[in-house]
Nanobody, 128 residues
Framework: QVQLVESGGGSVQAGGSLRLSCAAS????????MAWFRQGPGKEREGVAT????????YYAHSVKGRFTISQDNAKNTLYLQMNSLKPEDTAMYYC?????????????????????WGQGTQVTVSS
């Protein structure tokens, strides 16, 4: 059974940094498409970044490119999201998601329906 557990959220001031972690169990390391999504207050959930655990190809939303970095540790079955230069508009609940056995594609990685397992989320709040 697949389980995703996020951690690392918190409250920071603008310009600060946080690193989110997603501990994954029941997934095949090196054979999945894993991603971070977020949902801000009054907004729809949106894709933030993704990594293909096989090829290690990554894609990012334009709004976070250059500030956020997604990475994986297959030995620990853990996905990370390093967030630097945080802005108030980054305030959201952040979710980890996995498309088991799937491949990350540039034109579809941000589609929620692609992912078959989701974590419960971790809150990130950025104050100005």
């Amino acid at each position: 059974q697949v389980q995703l557990v996020e951690s690392g959220g918190g409250s920071v001031q603008a310009g600060g940094s946080l690193r989110l972690s997603c501990a994954a169990s029941g997934v095949n390391s090196g054979r999945d498409c894993m991603a971070w999504f977020r949902q801000g207050p009054g907004k729809e959930r949106e894709g933030v970044a993704t990594v293909d655990t096989g090829s290690r190809i990554t894609y990012y939303a334009h709004s976070v490119k250059g500030r956020f970095t997604i990475s994986q540790d297959n030995a620990k079955n853990t996905l990370y999201l390093q967030m630097n230069s945080l802005k108030p508009e980054d305030t959201a609940m952040y979710y980890c998601a996995v498309d088991t056995g799937g491949t990350c594609y540039e034109d579809s990685w941000y589609e929620e329906f692609k992912y078959n397992y989701w974590g419960q989320g971790t809150q990130v709040t950025v104050s100005s």
